[in-house]
Each structure stands twice: as structure tokens, then as C-alpha cells.
């Protein structure tokens, strides 16, 4: 069972937009903090963005003013609102789910973005 499905990636200039959109199931995105993770060449997945059912987000402080997470509860999807991309965004982002206890963790099979000129 296919449980996290991310599309939107690609190739955008530096300072363009994108837009990364994550289908969970229904039980998940009720019931699950959803958030995006990014992993670079060498470097560690890092988390980009969460956000839990209640709608509290949060942000990495390298995207804050520039990345929007949110959702829409009738399509059971969050979206990743990328905007002033930097060559430094590039990397693989993943849709995440996770519950604290039992800890429970889906992931999407990720979406390549690249920010080059």
C-alpha cells in the first residue's frame, strides 16, 4: 500500500517558485504530524517543515520567510510552498508522517528539486 505520495519537483533558476504537494491516506493525515524532510548530496535528511494535525507548524530556520507548509483537509494533501529558491535547496524532499508513541514513521519515495542557473 502506497501510503505518502509527494509530486512538484523539478528544475527551477535561482529566486523561482515551486510548489511540492504529498497525498496521504486518510487515516494519516488525521491522525499524523505531516511534514517535509529534505536530504542534499552528503549531508543529512533534514526536517523543512511540519506540520501536526491541529495545524501548529513549524519551519527550519533556513526556510523560514520563504517556505510555506499547508493542507487541505478535503484532499487529505500538504503542500510545500517554495518560494526565492537558492541553489542550496537543491536536494531530495520527502513527505513524512509520523506518530510520537508508538512511534510510527511513512515516508514518500521523495521529489528531486533543483535550483540552478
Known amino acids: 500500500q502506497v501510503q505518502l505520495v509527494e509530486s512538484g519537483g523539478g528544475l527551477v533558476q535561482p529566486g523561482g517558485s515551486l510548489r511540492l504537494s504529498c497525498a496521504a491516506s486518510r487515516t494519516i493525515f488525521s491522525m499524523y504530524t505531516m511534514g517535509w524532510y529534505r536530504q542534499a548530496p552528503g549531508k543529512r535528511r533534514e526536517l523543512v517543515a511540519a506540520?501536526?494535525?491541529?495545524?501548529?507548524?513549524t519551519y527550519a530556520d533556513s526556510v523560514k520567510g520563504r517556505f510555506t507548509i499547508s493542507r487541505d483537509n478535503a484532499k487529505n494533501t500538504v503542500y510545500l510552498q517554495m518560494n526565492s529558491l537558492k541553489p542550496e535547496d537543491t536536494a531530495v524532499y520527502y513527505c513524512n508522517a509520523e506518530k510520537a508513541w508508538p512511534k510510527t514513521t511513512y515516508w514518500g519515495q521523495g521529489t528531486q528539486v533543483t535550483v540552478s542557473s
Open positions: 506540520m501536526l494535525s491541529g495545524g501548529t507548524t
